[in-house]
C-alpha cells in the first residue's frame, strides 16, 4: 500500500449526509494531502497539511473539511454543502517539498445519490 | 507559476512497439518532474522522477523518461509495450520556489495497448 491506507474502498451516501474518508500513513511524514478525480480533469487540490495540528485550504476546498490531530492520520469530510460530490478521492503523503514526489493511497470512490 | 501539457489525451499502440508519452512544462525555478501511473480504480504508482541530476531517469517497467530544459519537455518512453501497461499516465512538475501545495498535475493521457 505503500505506506499509506486509505477506506473505504467504495461508499455510498445519500445526498445531504455528511461522510467522512479515512487516511493513515505509518512511515511519519509530515506533509499529507488530498485530491479529487473527476474524468478528464486530472487531479485537483482540496486540502493539505503539512504538520499536526496545521492544514491548508487547496483549489477546491469548499464543501470539505479535514483534521489533523495526529501525524499518521489525515481524515477528509465530505460535507452537505459540497454541489457535486461524487467523485474519486486520492489521499498522499510527501516527505520534503519540492523534490520528494507523492505516494498515493488505492483511492475511496464516493457515490452521492 | 508552473504548469504542465500532455500533448495526448489518448495513444494508441500494438503490444511490442514503443511507447511514447509527450509532456511539456513551464516553470519559473529548476523543476522537479514526475511521472505516475494509474491503472483504473487505483492510485497513482510513481514511475520515475527528474530532481536535477541526470537527464535521463529510468523508472520501473522499463520506462525511462529525458529532461530536456531547451525544450521544456519530459517526455515518457518504453522501447516494447506490454499490455500491462495499459492505463492512464500522469505527467506532474513542482519547482523549486514551491511549497508543499504546488505540485501541477497534467490532465493525463491514456495509453491503449492493443494484441
Known amino acids: 500500500d505503500g505506506g499509506i491506507t486509505q477506506s473505504p474502498k467504495y461508499l455510498f451516501r445519500k445526498e445531504g449526509q455528511n461522510v467522512t474518508l479515512s487516511c493513515e500513513q505509518n512511515?511519519?511524514?509530515?506533509?499529507m494531502y488530498w485530491y479529487r478525480q473527476d474524468p478528464g480533469q486530472g487531479l485537483r487540490l482540496i486540502y493539505y497539511s503539512q504538520i499536526v495540528n496545521d492544514f491548508q485550504k487547496g483549489d477546491i476546498a469548499e464543501g470539505y473539511s479535514v483534521s489533523r490531530e495526529k501525524k499518521e492520520s489525515f481524515p477528509l469530510t465530505v460535507t452537505s454543502a459540497q454541489k457535486n460530490p461524487t467523485a474519486f478521492y486520492l489521499c498522499a503523503r510527501r516527505e520534503t517539498a519540492h523534490n520528494s514526489p507523492l505516494h498515493f493511497g488505492n483511492g475511496t470512490r464516493l457515490t452521492v445519490t | 507559476a508552473q504548469s504542465v501539457t500532455q500533448l495526448d489525451s489518448h495513444v494508441s499502440v500494438s503490444e511490442g512497439t514503443p511507447v511514447l508519452l509527450r509532456c511539456n512544462y513551464s516553470?519559473?525555478?529548476?523543476?522537479?518532474l514526475f511521472w505516475y501511473v494509474q491503472h483504473p480504480n487505483k492510485g497513482l504508482q510513481l514511475l520515475l522522477k527528474?530532481?536535477?541530476?541526470?537527464?535521463l531517469v529510468k523508472g520501473i517497467n522499463g520506462f525511462e523518461a529525458e529532461f530536456k530544459k531547451s525544450e521544456t519537455s519530459f517526455h515518457l518512453t518504453k522501447p516494447s509495450a506490454h499490455m500491462s501497461d495499459a492505463a492512464e499516465y500522469f505527467c506532474?512538475?513542482?519547482?523549486?520556489?514551491?511549497?508543499?501545495?504546488?505540485?501541477?498535475f497534467g490532465k493525463g493521457t491514456m495509453l491503449l495497448v492493443s494484441p
Open positions: 527528474y530532481t536535477s541530476a541526470a537527464t
Open positions: 506532474v512538475v513542482s519547482d523549486q520556489n514551491s511549497g508543499y501545495s504546488t505540485l501541477t
Open positions: 512511515l511519519n511524514h509530515d506533509a
Open positions: 516553470s519559473s525555478y529548476s523543476p522537479s
